[in-house]
């Protein structure tokens, strides 16, 4: 049996929203609250969360959506980076592929993760990335022959130099939605993104 498991990215300091955008409100519940949701409705076997400057706080939403959260004390150093490392070091032996997923991306839809994740249990390719008009997206997988890849990375590395250094092993899935290439990083970005989900509700 294929075992996939999501790492959620929710280590930033939210420096341009001004406040913890993984904690502003969404629907029912908050911005990362709503991004668990989806990944347990495509019924990923394992979720955790990458906490950081906020670690209370957004370990106390992981708890009430009933998934795991692990502390990445070098949230501040390569965040991004830092916190997938942490994560891919945390999972059991027989997980076959991580999914690396942001915690500010409240529009990520069910039916992309789905295809995703039926692409590699098909494929198992080494990465699985979206693409939206050209343009890469998240939630990318990575399959764990290429974990040590990104273990290896200095901290003055980033994941685009790791999937440009890989780019002859990716597969892209074509998606139709914008919603793979953004992410809230300002108020203005949360109060267009929250009005566009009001139209549709």
């Not at 009933?66 to 945390?90: C, F, K, W």
């Amino acid at each position: 049996m294929i075992m996939i498991s999501a790492i959620i990215l929710a280590a930033g300091e939210s420096k341009r929203m001004r406040q913890p955008k993984m904690l502003l409100p969404w629907g029912n519940t908050t911005v990362l609250g709503h991004v668990i949701q989806v990944y347990q409705k495509a019924e990923l076997g394992n979720i955790i969360v990458i906490t950081g400057a906020e670690k209370n706080a957004v370990e106390q939403v992981a708890s009430e959506q009933g998934v795991t959260s692990l502390h990445n004390p070098d949230y501040s150093r390569g965040e991004m980076l830092s916190s997938i490392q942490a994560g891919l070091r945390s999972l059991d032996t027989d997980v076959n592929a991580a999914l690396i997923c942001l915690g500010d991306q409240p529009q990520v839809q069910e039916s992309v993760v789905r295809g995703i994740l039926q692409r590699f249990e098909q494929e198992q390719v080494p990465l699985i990335v979206p693409s939206y008009k050209m343009r890469r997206g998240h939630p990318w997988l990575v399959s764990r022959t290429l974990w040590p890849a990104i273990l290896d990375l200095k901290s003055a590395s980033s994941t685009r130099e790791f999937l440009m250094k890989y780019a002859s092993q990716i597969t892209y899935l074509i998606v139709e939605t914008p919603s793979v290439v953004e992410d809230l990083d300002t108020p203005e970005e949360y109060q267009q993104q929250i009005k566009r989900t009001d139209k549709f509700h």
